[in-house]
Structure formats: structure tokens, C-alpha cells
């Protein structure tokens, strides 16, 4: 179980964080683009692609894994 009571802010992710930012954003706005851009693993490359740590804020658990992402 993890804990999101204590989280941090940073500008940015790592190129490991990626695949996991392009899912969290798919997870959020799949309804409104699933219909142009299915099938969903295409949809998922392409994000991690064009991921883009300079236009991102992302919330960190105290254990490092990332659970949100602005940008």
C-alpha cells in the first residue's frame, strides 16, 4: 500500500519515468483521445515519446514512485 500523504514536487522526470507519465496521462484523458488515437499501445509509445520532461511537474511518493504529472 502506498502512502500519498507525504509527497513531493520536482520539475521534470527521468527518462525511466517516461513510459509511466505517458500512462498516467492516457489513464486521464483516454476518453477524449482514445478515438484518434487507439489502439492503446500505439497511443502508449507515442506518448512516451513525446513525453517531455521540461514542460512537466510531477508528484512523487516519499518512496519514489511517480503518482501524478502536470504538463
Known sequence: MRDD?????????????????????WATFENK???????????LNYLTEVANPNHAICAF????????VAG
Open 5 to 25: 500523504t507525504h509527497f513531493s514536487l520536482r520539475h521534470g522526470f527521468v527518462t525511466e519515468d517516461a513510459s509511466n507519465v505517458a500512462q498516467l496521462f
Open 33 to 43: 483521445l482514445g478515438l484518434i488515437m487507439k489502439p492503446e499501445d500505439k497511443a
Open 61 to 68: 511518493a516519499a518512496n519514489g514512485e511517480l503518482i501524478g
